[in-house]
């Protein structure tokens, strides 16, 4: 969280004009939308919180998100009555309140979220939901529920329904089966525009990294991440091209929001950092991550629930499907070793562990999976990095 300064010149007449003074936000709202790299943007936003020993809106009780799908209730995090608007960082799942949100975070809080092309966003959906959603549950594969949607899908179906179609819509706090109207769909994006500072595109992840980092003046160790929770390739289904245009239709409510924000984003790069630096910045970003890997991962790659050997690493595996993890290194030091654990530990693992630490007299968070801390043991064996 460095000041950008410009080095001093020994020649008076050579000494630019100071910068604007930079200071990095630390009071930020993540809305984490589904399927669209947002476990990545949580990992991230949780060890920035730990860096600089910030407060993290958790969920409540034995609860892993905050109350999704019921729209966001103030109450939903713990210990909102003692603690009231002196969170810094929320960005567990939730569906967005706005009214309840300010009542949780302080009115400097930077907001943000992050979408995705619907294309890729409903297979994946598909794929990751298939044996839970009761439309995609009673279709063959992502065609043939594609090609008459209406015979799977029923709205009464609502809360497993909501991963069918126009997921995101549904994640920003509207209606998911609302009708496409031209004026209603402009009234929700600016409301949009109104409640978020900043919508990243998952679909251009690195140069969103880069344009987060700008935007909240942080460094570019805080915005290095390991990709989390993906699924084996082997998973994807391959859309026909008429089932591509037919989610255009079915999701026209996402492709709407999508198509907007994708113009905002590239619009916001242009005026704020230009796509010179960008494309600059975007290497040494890539270039620090690989640096990462090669320092702390055993196999340079994500590998496989079956082959991920420190079940503790082991990401939530939801139904039938095959989340990806990552193997780390032996014999890294203590330091090292903690600072690559905390670029792979999956999303509830972080949380729970994170929550044992704010919490420390709460009853541990259930779930069922092995956890790499607990507050005792990060208090007694491991040092923090810096």
């Keep these: ?24 936000k630390t009071n930020v709202m993540f809305l984490k939308t589904h399927k669209t790299a947002s476990s990545t943007v ?15 809106a ?31 960082i929320m960005c567990n799942h939730l569906r967005f309140n706005p009214s309840e949100v300010r009542k949780v975070m302080p009115a400097d809080t930077f907001y943000f979220s992050i979408l995705r092309n619907p294309i890729h966003l409903l297979e994946s959906s598909y794929v990751y939901y298939k044996d839970y959603a009761p439309a995609f549950k009673i279709s063959k594969d992502v065609n043939e529920y594609l090609a008459s949607p209406m015979k799977y899908y029923y709205p ?10 126009n997921i ?24 949009i525009e109104q409640n978020f500072h900043l919508i990243l595109i998952a679909d251009y992840f690195d140069e969103s990294m880069i344009l987060l980092k700008h ?29 591509k245009e037919q989610i255009k239709v079915w999701c026209s409510l996402d492709w709407k929001l999508y198509l907007h924000f994708n113009q905002s984003f590239w619009r916001r790069i242009k005026e704020t950092i230009g796509l010179e630096e960008l494309k600059e910045e975007v290497n040494h970003l890539r270039m620090r991550q690989k640096e990462l890997m090669e320092t702390c991962l055993l196999d340079q790659k994500a590998v496989g629930k079956d082959d991920i050997k420190n079940k503790a690493l082991l990401p939530f595996q939801f139904r039938s ?43 541990r968070k259930p779930l069922g999976l092995p956890l790499l801390w607990t507050s005792f043991q990060e208090k007694t064996q491991l040092p923090t990095p810096i």
């Design 156 to 165: 009464e179906d609502y809360e497993q329904n909501i991963y069918a179609r």
């Design 168 to 191: 995101m819509w549904f994640d920003f706090g509207y209606n998911n089966n609302a009708k496409d109207n031209e004026k209603y769909i402009q009234a929700v994006l600016k409301k």
């Design 42 to 56: 949580l990992n991230i936003m949780f060890r920035f919180a730990e860096r600089y020993n910030l407060t993290v």
């Design 321 to 363: 499907t095959n989340i990806l993890g990552y193997n780390l290194k032996e014999d890294l030091d203590n330091r090292t070793l903690r600072t690559c654990q905390k670029m792979v530990i999956p999303e509830l693992q972080y949380m729970s562990y994170l929550y044992s630490v704010q919490h420390p007299h709460k009853k």
């Design 215 to 243: 935007a909240l003046c942080w460094d570019l160790d805080d915005v290095i991440y390991f990709k989390l929770n993906s699924r084996s390739k082997d998973t994807v289904q391959t859309l026909t091209p008429k089932s």
């Design 1 to 24: 969280m460095k000041n950008k300064n410009y080095l001093i010149s020994k020649s008076h007449e050579e000494l630019p004009m100071p910068p604007t003074p930079c200071h990095a």
């Design 58 to 88: 958790l969920p409540a009780g034995e609860f892993v998100h905050l109350g999704y799908p019921k729209t966001f209730l103030a109450h939903f995090v713990e210990e909102f009555k003692a603690i009231g608007q002196n969170y810094n």
